[in-house]
Each structure stands twice: as structure tokens, then as C-alpha cells.
């Protein structure tokens, strides 16, 4: 299982970021998949999950209405649009196989919302 993030960075308050995923080594249009974050000393926190054929979606709280999950599954590509962006969305995001915390996950990607 490999799973490489990218489109992180830093972003001011109210900027919008699209991170993506790519994956390889499993089959992916088999498996859900989830982002998570894990902002400076904290636990990790699960932000989106996305079924198999992007059928079905689930969302954190923190996250509803400004975060996007999608996928493509001829890509591999794993996405998250995020818009809206608060301090408190400052973390280390990670993409997983799988429903919800648990799965592996990638390297990460530094997101920093900050003015």
C-alpha cells in the first residue's frame, strides 16, 4: 500500500487548498478512503470519509460545508477540497485506505492557515 499527498502549503484565513492523494499497490476502486488530520499536539481527527464509488460521504463536524471528499477512481486519485480555511484547520493531513480512522496511511502533508 502506497499512498503519497500532496497540494498542502500555506494558505491565509478564508483561502481555500486541494490536497490530493495518489494510490497505488492495492485495488482502489475496492476500498473507501479517509482523510485525517493531526494538528500541533493533538490527537488525530477524522475529516472525511468517501465509499467506494463516491456514493457515500461523511464529514466531521469541524469540517461540514467548507471540506469536499471526492475521488477518481480511474486515477487512483484521492482529492479534498478545502475551502473557508481557519486557524484551527492548521494539522499534518493523511490519507488512508478505509472507512474512518484505523487504515494506513501516507507521509502527510503540512496544511498552515495562518495570516
Known amino acids: 500500500v502506497q499512498l503519497v499527498e500532496s497540494g498542502g502549503g500555506m494558505v491565509q484565513p478564508g483561502g481555500s487548498l486541494l490536497l490530493a492523494c495518489a494510490a497505488s499497490g492495492f485495488t482502489f476502486n475496492q476500498v473507501s478512503m479517509t482523510w485525517l488530520r493531526q494538528p500541533p499536539g493533538q490527537r488525530v481527527e477524522w475529516v472525511s470519509s468517501?465509499?467506494?464509488?463516491?456514493?457515500?460521504?461523511h464529514y466531521g463536524d469541524s469540517v461540514k460545508g467548507r471540506f469536499t471528499i471526492s475521488r477518481d477512481n480511474d486515477k487512483k486519485m484521492l482529492y479534498l477540497q478545502m475551502n473557508n480555511l481557519k486557524s484551527d484547520d492548521t494539522a499534518v493531513y493523511y490519507c488512508?485506505?478505509?472507512w474512518g480512522p484505523g487504515g494506513s496511511r501516507g507521509q502527510g502533508i503540512h496544511v498552515t492557515v495562518s495570516s
Open positions: 488512508t485506505k478505509g
Open positions: 468517501i465509499s467506494r464509488y463516491g456514493e457515500t460521504t
